[in-house]
Structures are given as structure tokens and as C-alpha cells.
């Protein structure tokens, strides 16, 4: 079930269940709570070896099993000596007691003890041994009944480890390098490298690199294992297992839930499987630097010194949101009798609920998305309270009668109005049908006749070779009877079986696009920040041109001196680069930027045409739209979301793909009933006419079809 008094415990891995026992850094049994506890050999202003959780020859390690096929005394043996293993009596041992099964069994046993079974007598525990230990039940105190299990057990004395690692050159083993570089509310670790057989190294395997971290000083006073892991200033990152020995291989590469515009102070060290801390980043590393310097509590320059970093507020192109809620905004106050009742509604019916949490944290990210507009004008207030109120309504109610009583009443009110709904577009749809069947019957009777024409195909001439007498019909005669492709345009079978359509053009009613090209909105400036300035996009997305694709739809509309048509387009615009720091934006950032826009456009299309089959087709035309767009940070920070006006204006060349392979041409036609295939060479510039400058050029090409 558990087990206590071990510096690691791995016993619920169904696989290898274990424990350890580190015994780094001096003796600290006298600090010990009981013979029960670990004891912390960290010792305050010193950076030597040494294990929070340190085991001692006093020791007693505690394991709680249980048996649930017999009952019977608890047994330990181990294994590869199969020698019984001398249990203590003392507390609430079952020792010698007959445990009835599904009971718990509790075995102490001293660390002396085990050391002088699996370690050659070594009763004061100063030596690295690895040994398993058989547990179960029994009747006779020397034979195990019924299942039983095994845990390997290790204890390690890390004597080969060293105390501190200056610089590479002269470290042997471990990590002995890296560097912090400033995020957003975090720091991302950069520039390591290790030495030796990392992460394993005689027989100590590695299974954390610990960073510690100081708001104050890098001096040791304050910035030690054990000051900074009683602070909770520490993050624990594990190490993999790679093949190289020069680039450690961690599991994860930040520092987390640190303050912005908060200067730190950065050490490292590892941790083995026995929670043994060593290697710890020397002094002479952050004083030989020359951007560290000899003051330990203000760098020369906390952005180029390694070990130091100050966390920054980072930005895409979109400014951060406002410190403020779409609600309160739109209420003016956040002491609105409105607000309050959504604040009561959250703590109510959100908070306590794990999916409320969620929702709650994500409305805290994105909420306030808006407010930055609302804030700026009166009638967005207006709009937005009119949005609101059907919300308030429903948290209002909730506050009054629960949010299911609420949600049952609505969904009965909606349910009775749709059978309303739908009882009424019944008897509208039956009027409806007899309209109609009596509009066409007066139709037919007033309309011209026409006599349609029939095409009736001749089947080949045959002859009954067998006798008549096998036939309904006794005489041989032709019998004329349409085909089943006539309908689709069956002419002739000749005499070598070849099957001969008449083929008609579809009439051409619409044109659908799609083209690729290179756009580079070079003019793009983002959101004003709280110092008034401007992010530019190339200062963001420095490979800013990429890909856009482009789809058009045309309709048309009146024919002068060849076509005028109506278009409407869209398209996708999506690059990547990394943000800034807010307090200098000349300072690239390691938080990467997803930047999608996405443009919508109605245009007026004049096409040079005065032929069905012309070849070459020259375009062109212009109209408004709206570059809809978004940012997306990978370190799930919240999308933020924004829109500008936009003029496009294009002109092309489009060449007929029918004209050139006319068998195609045509069987496109008859199968998908696309008329005409082409491809278009198109030069567009867009216009940009919002503060969001959207102004670029896009060269590009794609297929054209016309239905």
C-alpha cells in the first residue's frame, strides 16, 4: 500500500515498484522528527552534496501491504540470500501477529538492518548497495502462503559526486553549463551542455536537473538548496534519456510562474533517483562572467549575464488586453447592480466546479478581447449591453431558482414554440402545394402545344436462327426501342460498337477561383501599447511573406463590350515568427506567433470577352472588404483577435485550358458540368484603409472554372 521512512518511494509502479534511500551530506539523524522521519542535510549558506529526504542506520522504514487471499503473520525475506529480514516491534508493528486477510500488514525495519544484509555487514549504512526484498505472509514465520511480492531496494552515497561545477573545462561529469533567457512569466533554459556518460555516471542516474531561483542575490546565503526549496523557489525538470552526452535531453525547457519585470537570480544542480543533490552551479560561474560581475545582487546586464533574467510582458502585433471585463465596460462601473450579479453568478455556480474554472480563466484571457473597442465608443456600450442582457437575465434567474431549473423552463418554452412553428409551416406548405399544382394546371391548358421531337434508335437487324416455335412472336421483324444513353445524349452505335454522343455546352452562370501567392503586408503596424508606440509586422514575422491563398466566386451580372460580373472572395494568410518584449521591442522573444488573416471581399470583375472559345481573357476590377485576422501563441497565452477595411484591386490574364485540350474540355462538361477550364495569372494590390494597413501585393496564379 505505502512505504515511509525512504528517500524515494516508487512502490505503486506496477512494473518495478522500488525505493531508495539517499544518504548525500553529513548525518542529520539528531534533526529527525522521529525514527520514522527523514531528516533535511541541506545545510543553510553552504552548497555541499546533500539529500532533503536522508535516510540513517536509525532509520526505520515502514511498509504497509495488505493480503487478500490468507490471513497469517507478515514475512520478509532477501531474495538472493533468502534470508528473513528482522522485523522491529516497536509502534504498531504486526510482527508475529496473525493478520486476518484484506488487514493490513505494517513492517519496520532499521536501515542498519538492511544494510548489514544486502551490503556485507555494513550496519552504518555508508556504502551504495542495490537489493530486492520479498514481502507476504506466513504461517510457520519461515515459508511464504499465497502470493507474494518483490521491491528492489537501493540506497545511494553519492561519494563520487562533486559539490559544485565551475565551467565545462573543468567539470567531469553532469551538467556543467547553461544560460536563462527571459519569457513572458517565464524563463526558457538555453546553451547546456554536460559531461560524461549524463545522464548516468557510475551508480548515480540522473533524474532531475533542479533549478533554484532568488529575487534577491545570487549569493549562497540565499541562494542554496535548502533556502530556495523551503521558499518553494524551485522547479524540478526531468531528464531524459538521450543519446548524447553533450546536449542534455530535458523533458521540458521553461521555468514557469515567475513575476514580470522581476529580476532573478538562476542556479543549477542535479538530483539523482535518491533525491541526492550535487553539482551544483558554482560561485565563480556568475562572478568570472563578465555581464555577471562581482556584485551578487545587481548583474552588470541582467539580459546578457547567464544566470540572471528578468521576466517580460511579450507582444505580437495585437496589444495586450485591458485590464478589464466586456461587463463592467459596458455597465461603467464595476459596482453596476449588473456586474454584481454576474460576479455572485460566477462565485455561486462557476467557481465551484472544475469546468466553471476553466470557463472562468478562459473568459479572463479572453474576455476582455473586446473591451478595447467597447471602451472607445458609446454605441458599442449600447450594443454590447443589449448582447448581455439575455445573459444577465439568465444569471439573474439562476440566482433566483438554480441554473437547471432555468434551463428546463427555457428548453420546454423553445420546445413548444418550434412544434408552434412547425404545425404552422405544415398547413402553409399544404397551401403551398395546391398553389402550385393549380398555377401549372391553368399553365397547361393556356400554353402552346409543342410537339417534342423523339429520337428512336434502330437496334440491328436479327434473325431467329431457332424455330419460331421458341418465340412469342413466330415472325422475324425489326423492333425499334430507345436506348438507355439517350438520355444523356446517345446519337449512333456504329457497326464497330462505338457509341456516339451530341454533346451541348452548359451555359455558363458563375466562375469559381483558386490561386496561390505571395503576400507581404509590409505596411502593418500593430495596436498602440501603454507608451504609445506601435509593434510593426516585420519586426514580428521577419519572413513575412508567405503563402495566400485565394478563392474567388463570380456571378454574372450584365454583358457591355463583353462581361461585368459580380465577385466575391475570401482566402487564407498565415505566417509564423516570434514576439517582442514590451519594454524594448527591439528585443526578440522566444514565444512564437501564429499570425492568420483572413480577407472578405465583394468586387466588380470586367473580363474582356467578346468569344466563347477565345483563348486569351484579360480582367481586371476592384471593390471593398475586411481582413479579418488573428494571433496565436504557442504557449497557450489566448488568440487575439482583430479586423480592418480593405480595398482590393486586381487584373489578369486567364487562358483557356478547353481550347487547348478540347476532348477534356468537354468531358469535364458532360461529367461535372464545368463549361470552361482556365488558368489565370492575377496581379492584386490591396489597399489598406483602417489603422490596421493591410497595403501588400500579391503575384498570383491558380485554376479558374466556369460553370
Not at 299 to 315: G, R, S
Request: net charge negative; hydrophobic share 35%; charged share 25%.
Amino acid at each position: 500500500i505505502n512505504v515511509f521512512g525512504v528517500s524515494v518511494n516508487n512502490v505503486n509502479d506496477a512494473t518495478t515498484p522500488a525505493i531508495f534511500g539517499g544518504i548525500g551530506g553529513s548525518d542529520c539523524s539528531a534533526d529527525a522528527v522521529d525514527i520514522n522521519s527523514t531528516c533535511n542535510s541541506c545545510q543553510e549558506d553552504t552548497l555541499a552534496i546533500c539529500n532533503t529526504n536522508r535516510v540513517y542506520p536509525e532509520l526505520e522504514i515502514r511498509i504497509e501491504f495488505k493480503d487478500n487471499e490468507s490471513e497469517g503473520k507478515t514475512l520478509i525475506y532477501e531474495t538472493t540470500k533468502n534470508v528473513a529480514v528482522t522485523l522491529e516491534t516497536t509502534g504498531d508493528s504486526t510482527k508475529d501477529k496473525v493478520i486476518a486477510k484484506g488487514n493490513t500488514h505494517i513492517a519496520l525495519i532499521k536501515w542498519s538492518t538492511l544494510c548489514n544484509i544486502l551490503n556485507e555487514a555494513d550496519t552504518s549504512c555508508e556504502k551504495s548497495f542495490t537489493g530486492s526484498l520479498r514481502i507476504g505472509t506466513t504461517d510457520n514465520n519461515t515459508d511464504f502462503k499465497g502470493t507474494t511480492k518483490d521491491i528492489s531496494i537501493k540506497l545511494i552515497n553519492p561519494t563520487e559526486a562533486g559539490d559544485t561545477v565551475d565551467i565545462c573545462a573543468n567539470a567531469t561529469r553532469g551538467i556543467c553549463q547553461f544560460s536563462v533567457y527571459p519569457g513572458d512569466e517565464k524563463v526558457y533554459l538555453e546553451d547546456l551542455q554536460s559531461k560524461g556518460s549524463f545522464p548516468n555516471d557510475s551508480n548515480t542516474q540522473f533524474k532531475f536537473f533542479r533549478i533554484i531561483y532568488s529575487k534577491n542575490t545570487f549569493d549562497k546565503s540565499e541562494l542554496n538548496p535548502r533556502e530556495a526549496i523551503a521558499a518553494g523557489n524551485v522547479s524540478n525538470i526531468q531528464i531524459l534519456e538521450g543519446d548524447s552526452n553533450t546536449l542534455p535531453d530535458l523533458a521540458d525547457d521553461t521555468i514557469d510562474d515567475l513575476n514580470n519585470d522581476q529580476l532573478y537570480f538562476f542556479r543549477g544542480m542535479l538530483v539523482d533517483e535518491a533525491n541526492n543533490i550535487m553539482d551544483i552551479t558554482a560561485d565563480t560561474v556568475y562572478e568570472n562572467d563578465a555581464y555577471c560581475g562581482g556584485d551578487k545582487s545587481k548583474p552588470e546586464n541582467d539580459f546578457l549575464c547567464p544566470l540572471t533574467a528578468t521576466p517580460d510582458q511579450v507582444i505580437g502585433l495585437l496589444a495586450e488586453d485591458l485590464n478589464c471585463f466586456i461587463s463592467t465596460v459596458a455597465y461603467g462601473s464595476s459596482f453596476a447592480g449588473k456586474v454584481n450579479d454576474f460576479r455572485k453568478f460566477r462565485r455561486k455556480f462557476l467557481l465551484p466546479y472544475k469546468w466553471g474554472r476553466m470557463f472562468n480563466k478562459a473568459y479572463y484571457k479572453y474576455g476582455a478581447i473586446l473591451s478595447q473597442k467597447i471602451a472607445k465608443s458609446e454605441m458599442a456600450k449600447s450594443l454590447a449591453r443589449l448582447l448581455l442582457f439575455p445573459t444577465w437575465l439568465f444569471a439573474k434567474a439562476s440566482l433566483m431558482w438554480g441554473p437547471m431549473k432555468v434551463i428546463f423552463s427555457v428548453s420546454l418554452v423553445l420546445l413548444i414554440l418550434v412544434a408552434v412553428l412547425l404545425k404552422l409551416s405544415f398547413f402553409m406548405r399544404k397551401s403551398f402545394i395546391k398553389i402550385f399544382f393549380l398555377t401549372f394546371f391553368i399553365t397547361s391548358l393556356s400554353a402552346p402545344k409543342v410537339q417534342a421531337e423523339k429520337q428512336d434508335l434502330v437496334e440491328p437487324k436479327m434473325r431467329n436462327s431457332l424455330p419460331s416455335s421458341r418465340y412469342d412472336n413466330p415472325t422475324n421483324r425489326e423492333i425499334r426501342v430507345p436506348h438507355p444513353n439517350a438520355k444523356k445524349g446517345l446519337t449512333r452505335i456504329t457497326s464497330d460498337k462505338v457509341y456516339l454522343y451530341e454533346t451541348y455546352e452548359s451555359p455558363k452562370t458563375g466562375n469559381m477561383s483558386f490561386r496561390f501567392g505571395l503576400y507581404d503586408p509590409q505596411e502593418l503596424e500593430g495596436s498602440e501599447n501603454d507608451k504609445g508606440e506601435r509593434t510593426k509586422f516585420v519586426d514580428i514575422y521577419e519572413s513575412a511573406e508567405a503563402p495566400m491563398l485565394l478563392i474567388d466566386f463570380e456571378w454574372k451580372w450584365v454583358g457591355f463590350l463583353g462581361e461585368l460580373n459580380l465577385q466575391l472572395g475570401t482566402g487564407l494568410f498565415l505566417t509564423q515568427g516570434n514576439g517582442v518584449f514590451q519594454d524594448n521591442p527591439t528585443r526578440q522573444a522566444k514565444e512564437k506567433f501564429t499570425f492568420i488573416a483572413i480577407p472578405f471581399t465583394g468586387s466588380v470583375l470586367y473580363k474582356l470577352r467578346f468569344s466563347e472559345h477565345q483563348w486569351f481573357i484579360p480582367y481586371g476590377g476592384g471593390g471593398l472588404g475586411v481582413m479579418g485576422f488573428s494571433e496565436i501563441r504557442d504557449d497557450n497565452a489566448g488568440p487575439k483577435f482583430g479586423g480592418a477595411l480593405i480595398a482590393p484591386i486586381f487584373g489578369g490574364l486567364a487562358l483557356s485550358i478547353n481550347d487547348l485540350a478540347p476532348t477534356m474540355g468537354k468531358t469535364l462538361d458532360r461529367e461535372y458540368g464545368i463549361n470552361t477550364a482556365l488558368f489565370a495569372m492575377e496581379y492584386r494590390q490591396i489597399l489598406g484603409l483602417s489603422t490596421f494597413d493591410f497595403t501588400g501585393e500579391i503575384i498570383n496564379a491558380g485554376l479558374m472554372l466556369e460553370y
